[in-house]
């Protein structure tokens, strides 16, 4: 089992930026891909960014491409979503989840499902 852990929310002013962070507790990152999510109130789930074991794959919603990047430092068992440019849409929960993968170069489609999760992180970005 594993158990992930976000930090880095916050509260921040519209066009400022935060770092999303995500470790597991209790184990490595050995064999996972990566993806972040996020909730707003009153709505679905929806998929942000995606990235491989590798880091050499990412994958990302339309809504933050060019705004936001994820990353991932194995070594650390941490994975990353640096966001900028932040907009007041992107006020939600954000959650880290992991997918058990063979493919250390696989980055998940925006549908696929994952193995574990997080307890989320609360971004609000304020007009």
């Known amino acids: 089992q594993v158990q992930l852990v976000e930090s880095g929310g916050g509260l921040v002013q519209a066009g400022g930026s935060l770092r999303l962070s995500c470790a597991p507790s209790?184990?490595?990152?050995?064999?996972?891909?990566m993806g972040w999510f996020r909730q707003a109130p009153g709505k679905e789930r929806e998929f942000v960014a995606a990235?491989?074991?590798?880091?050499?794959?990412?994958n990302y919603v339309d809504s933050v491409k060019g705004r936001f990047t994820i990353s991932r430092d194995n070594a650390k068992n941490t994975v990353f979503l640096q966001m900028n440019s932040l907009k007041p849409e992107d006020t939600a929960i954000y959650y880290c989840?992991?997918?058990?993968?063979?493919?250390?170069?696989?980055?998940?489609?925006?549908?696929?499902?994952?193995?574990?999760w997080g307890q989320g992180t609360q971004v609000t970005v304020s007009s």
């Open positions: 990235i491989s074991w590798s880091g050499d794959n990412t």
């Open positions: 209790g184990r490595t990152f050995s064999r996972y891909a």
């Open positions: 989840a992991a997918r058990t993968i063979t493919n250390i170069y696989f980055v998940p489609p925006t549908r696929a499902p994952y193995d574990y």
